[in-house]
């Protein structure tokens, strides 16, 4: 996996070669592409404006040209053609020339019906026809255009010329030297393309601006190294065993990996959703958005335990790890029914050595007759706590784990018995999620009546059609009515945390479990004074006729008291 950090340099051959291309910064390309859109759009809209410009130019002279024709023609015109001939002394030229010596024009040339010259700036061009058809003016229509003629080129603009009775006794033609408005559009490039230069300075220097602020945010890397980069992780989010989220300033999913979309159940479409939408109101929530704070921190969501550490970023958002501890919770529980266990079976292997010690001087002093009692009393007190959890308990998994709470419960000076009520058959349809629910509040009520007086916890189980009914209540000390609802928190706990890890999962987990199958979990006061836990597990027992009542073996030990007592006569 190549370096987030550097980019390993080309031999100088490459560095030689490349330089000679196209650049392979971001920043490089970047201004490269900037200035050639900058220069690419001046020019074109420097052609843009240059090519209505030469346009408007030539319309106004030639509106121009037109107008002075249409003064010209108002003027006593028509009545001078009567005149007689045309003249360079008669009126007709007189007027014509003060005409176009005071508007500028290059000819003022006025014309009888049959197109012949009145005026002219030539003298020697009066009374000969005109060079350009005049048929369309002497129509009666006014004509604008550029032509060429006797004067070259011109912007021309032709009026009829009528009498005193409106009718068309001739026209009036004034043209405009064609090179002065020539003139006029190349006087105004100059003054256009300061503006174009301007312009393109301007943008040019905010290409520059803008590529440098992009080459700080890329580190000043190549196309091709960002997309390593990105590839690389891609790979990476998508490979760890980690669930990673991220999340913009608004709280919104900006990425999550396929880890994550496992621990919290969500699918790819989550990508730009309001978390607090996908997960609902909670602590997984509130951990990932950062209500929650703190490193490590704990949270149930669904039947997982997750660990949750949150790292903001410099754009405002963060990204936020999760690690799946639900099968460590789960061992280190494990672990410590283990040392439970361990500790009962240690002071039973002590207490049923001095049994043994006692058995063995009743058979030396002979007194076999108290030998047995005494043998029958020890065996019949353990197949008593096995048959009554049996006896109300049919599946067999459930069962072994109360028989196993009820020889801890008795090694703490706790009686654990089972209610007269209950009873279960053998028909769960999850036998090790009710394991999880009464493991937990089982240990619990042992943890919190162990050591106060008439210690015991009662166990009641039974079903209600295909709903399973648990209750659990204790002689402890109770739960205050402020806290019934913060005890089902994760991480809430008033104990110390073991060696393994963290305490204040059970009653989440409990909570989470029955909430799942459409059940409830919640705490009251119980009849000893204690705590009474409830909980409702609808749909946990299927609808077939159930098996045959579990029958336990029977319990290793003595020979059967009658037979002893028999062989000790």
Known sequence: MSSTGSVPSAPPAARRRRRLGW???????????????????TVLATGFFLAPLSAQLDDQAMRRALAIAETMASTRTAADLAGGPPSATGPVQGEAERVRTATGAEYVVVMDTRGVRWSHPDPAQLGR??????????????????????LGRSARGKAPLLDADGGIVGAVSVGIEYDSVRDRLLSAIPGLLAYAGGALAAGALAAY????????????????????????REAMLHGIREGVVAL????????????????????????????????G??????????????????????HRVLIANRMPTDDGGAV??????????????????????????????????????????????????????????????????????????????????????????????????????????DRLVDPRELVTVVGNLVDNALDAAAGTPDARVEV????????????VADSGPGVPEDRRELIFTEGWTTKEPPAHGRRGLGLALVRRLAERRGGTAR?????????????????ALTEHAPPAPYDPPAPRGPADPTTAEERSR
Request: glycine share 8%; no cysteine.
């Open 320 to 425: 936020a790890t999760l690690r799946d501890r639900t099968e460590l919770e789960r061992l280190g529980r494990e672990l410590d029914s283990t040392r439970g266990l361990i500790d009962a079976l240690r002071a039973q292997d002590h207490e049923h050595a001095n049994r043994l010690h006692t058995l063995l001087g009743l058979l030396e002093l002979e007194l076999y007759d108290e030998a047995a009692d005494f043998v029958t009393e020890v065996v019949g007190v353990h197949r008593a706590t096995a048959e009554q959890v049996t006896e109300k308990v049919h599946d067999p998994l459930l069962a072994a784990l109360l028989v196993g709470k009820a020889t801890v419960a008795a090694e703490r000076g706790v009686s654990l018995r089972i209610a007269p009520d209950s009873l279960l058959p």
């Open 23 to 41: 650049p392979r910064r971001v920043f490089s390309q970047v201004l490269l592409m900037q200035l050639a859109v900058a220069t690419g759009v």
């Open 523 to 539: 705490v009251t006061a119980g009849p000893a004074g204690g705590a009474e836990f409830g909980v409702v597990l609808p749909d």
């Open 460 to 471: 009641a189980l039974r079903a209600d059609g295909r709903t399973v009914v648990l209750r």
């Open 281 to 302: 109101p909670g602590r997984t929530a509130d951990v990932l958005t950062g209500r929650a704070t703190g490193a490590d921190l704990v949270t149930v969501q669904g």
């Open 248 to 279: 913009d300033r608004k709280g919104s999913v900006r990425l999550l990996n396929d880890e994550a979309q496992r621990l919290l159940g969500l699918g790819p479409e989550a990508a730009g959703r309001p978390l607090d939408a996908l997960l």
């Open 209 to 232: 601006l803008i590529s440098r602020r992009i080459q700080r945010q890329t580190r000043d890397l190549a196309f091709s190294d960002i997309s390593a980069l990105l590839a690389e």
């Open 129 to 150: 026809t005109v060079s350009t058809d005049p048929s369309e003016v002497l129509a009666g229509r006014e004509v604008m255009e550029i032509d060429s003629g006797t």
